[in-house]
């Protein structure tokens, strides 16, 4: 069983930054890990995904200001986010996989991230 909690949410005007973190527990083989966000009246999304390589991939509407990164030392995975806009408002889901045979897949509560314009 995976447990993750995300934190680092909250409210940032128009141009600001976030950091967002997700910590993993009882996170035997972890392997790829990823950011979500789902807005009101919306499906949820893909924002960014990384590998337990560090290969990342990122949604066209965060590349260049977004940078998704883990340690897999900590079993911490990160969301730098930077010149937030109204459009990013939404509740950012924490996502891993566990390979063991099969592949499990586990999602944190979420955290709201509010951008003011």
């Known amino acids: 069983q995976v447990k993750l909690v995300e934190s680092g949410g909250g409210l940032v005007q128009t141009g600001g930054s976030l950091r967002l973190s997700c910590v993993a527990s009882?996170?035997?083989?972890?392997?790829?890990m990823a950011w979500y966000r789902q807005a009101p009246g919306n499906q949820r999304e893909l924002v960014a995904a990384?590998?337990?390589?560090?290969?990342?991939n990122y949604a066209d509407f965060v590349k260049g200001r977004f940078t998704i990164s883990r340690d897999n030392a900590k079993n911490e995975l990160y969301l730098q986010m930077n010149s937030l806009n109204p459009e990013d408002t939404a509740v950012y889901y924490c996502?891993?996989?566990?390979?063991?045979?099969?592949?499990?897949?586990?999602w944190g509560q979420g955290t709201q991230v509010t951008v003011s314009s």
């Open positions: 009882g996170s035997f083989s972890i392997k790829d």
């Open positions: 996502y891993a996989e566990q390979a063991i045979g099969v592949i499990i897949r586990y």
């Open positions: 990384i590998t337990t390589g560090g290969s990342t």
